[in-house]
Structures are given as structure tokens and as C-alpha cells.
């Protein structure tokens, strides 16, 4: 039986972390093979923990989430690491899925869907993240990138791999590198569609720019990285934004109307995301 220890990084956000940890203690896998790790980064107070689940709280100083990942992998006693971010909401069978996927050198991806359909932000945001997931991972059995909000590894690989780098990534984009630099060692990525969670991302417009203007920075570092290690180019990245499908997938959202919503928040993506791009390798 395979042991996971699911680690959650928080940062004194006590009332999306109690919904994350009650999705948790609903989860159907055996209780002697989970455990489950908190690391609080920065937070002061006791955050409530339910009763019957195996948790450890673990603190952090405002090191960042990847930095609390690292933290939480280091302390857990598991054979598979299974991410989660504490505004998400784990489906009962989430934790069963990644393990079914799980192949030896695998790192395992899940589906995540939005848990806040009439914010017109977290919509949008969902949706960019769904067109990444169908421009990287066509073939789901050679996937090319997973975020870290629904994300299974080996522990043993992760820790030899030397976890996220949070250094060369204090922005964003960690989760893009932990993935290159898993299949630039011979490792692969398999999507696992059933594993399931539901992101409660309550964001607004000012949210939404700083997103993607952070993940904009994030990019350019991850380019520079790549191509120090000669993973990839920067017309990998252009191939995705200039993708006509983007819109081709966009225009066919039913109802209609979502569809012209979405719309001006995406060309607000591509500007916010140009414009951090652009910011960092000015500064870098």
C-alpha cells in the first residue's frame, strides 16, 4: 500500500484553510496511510484542526509557498507527496486516483475545476489554466506541466531532484521548473483526470493582474533557466500564446455569453502576462 503524506502550504488564512482540511478529512483512502502536513508560512494564530485526521503544523517566515512545500516534503514520512493549496477542495476520491496513476518515475497531475463559477476572475483564471493543461498535455501519458494546487510526486525523486527551487523562483513558475527539470531526468508526467479538486481562488481585478503580471515574471526566469540547461526555447512559449486555439477553444463555451465575458479578461491575461515578462528581463 502506498503511504501520502498531502502537504498543504497556508499563510494565515485559518477560514480557507479549515475548508480544505474538512474536504481532507472526507477523503476515502485508509487513514494508517495518510498523513497530512500543514505548514503555515508567516501565520501567528492556531488554526482549527479537525478532529481524527493525522496532522502536523509546521511554521514558516514569509519564505513563499514553494519554500513551504520544500519544508512540509522534508518532514513527511510518505512514499508519494500529494500537493494541494488551502483555498482548494479535494473531491472524496482525489487522493485514490493519483494513486492509481502513480507509475515508478512518475509524477502525477490532476484536473482541477472552479469552485466559484460567478466570479467572473477565478472563471477566467480556471479557464487560462485549462488551455495551458490542453496545450501541454495532449498526450496525457507524456504530460509537460502540472501546478502545484493538484500535484502528486515520489517523495524520494522530489527530495533528489532537490525539491522546488525557490531561489531562482521567489515569483511564480516554480511548479513549471520542478516539472522541466523532472523530465530533463529521464522522469515523466502522467495526467490523472478522476483526481479531482475544486479551487475557491476569490480574486478580483486587481488580483487578477498582479496573477499574471507575477506569472509573467515567473515566465522569464523559467525561459532563462531552460535555456541554461538546454531544455527549451522561448518560441516554445510563443507557440502557446499566438495558438489560435486559445479563442477557437474560448469561442465555443457554452452558454455563449461566457464567452464574450471571458473574452477582454483574456487579452487582459496575455497584456498583464506580456508586461511582467517584460519587467523581469529588464531587471534580470
Sequence with gaps: MTSVSVVIATADRPGPLARCLAAVAALDPPR??????VVDDGGSAQPGLPEG????????????????????????EGDLLAFTDDDCLPDPGWL?????????????GGRT???????????????????????????????????????????DGFLALGGFDVASFPFASEDRDLCDRWRASGRTLRSAP????????????????????????????????????????????????LDASLWL??????????????????????????AGYL???RAG
Design 249 to 274: 477553444r474560448t469561442a465555443r463555451l457554452r452558454p455563449a455569453g461566457r464567452a464574450a465575458r471571458m473574452v477582454p479578461l483574456l487579452a487582459l491575461w496575455q497584456a498583464a502576462n506580456a
Design 96 to 108: 485514490r486516483a493519483l494513486c492509481a496513476a502513480t507509475r515508478p518515475g512518475a509524477m502525477i
Design 194 to 241: 478522476d483526481a479531482v479538486v475544486r479551487h475557491a481562488h476569490d480574486l478580483d481585478l486587481r488580483g487578477f493582474v498582479r496573477q499574471h503580471v507575477a506569472y509573467g515574471r515567473g515566465a522569464a526566469r523559467y525561459h532563462r533557466a531552460r535555456a541554461l540547461r538546454g531544455t527549451g526555447r522561448l518560441r516554445d512559449e510563443a507557440a502557446f500564446h
Design 32 to 37: 494508517d496511510a495518510l498523513e497530512v502536513i
Design 113 to 155: 475545476l472552479n469552485a466559484l463559477p460567478d466570479n467572473r476572475f477565478a472563471a477566467a483564471s480556471q479557464h487560462i489554466q485549462d488551455l495551458v493543461y490542453a496545450h501541454y498535455n495532449r498526450d496525457p501519458e507524456r504530460a509537460r506541466f502540472f501546478a502545484t494546487n493538484n500535484l502528486a510526486v515520489p517523495r
Design 53 to 76: 485526521l493525522p496532522i502536523r503544523l509546521l511554521r514558516s517566515h514569509r519564505a513563499g509557498p514553494g519554500a513551504a512545500r520544500n519544508i512540509g516534503a522534508a518532514a513527511a
Design 279 to 281: 519587467l523581469e528581463r
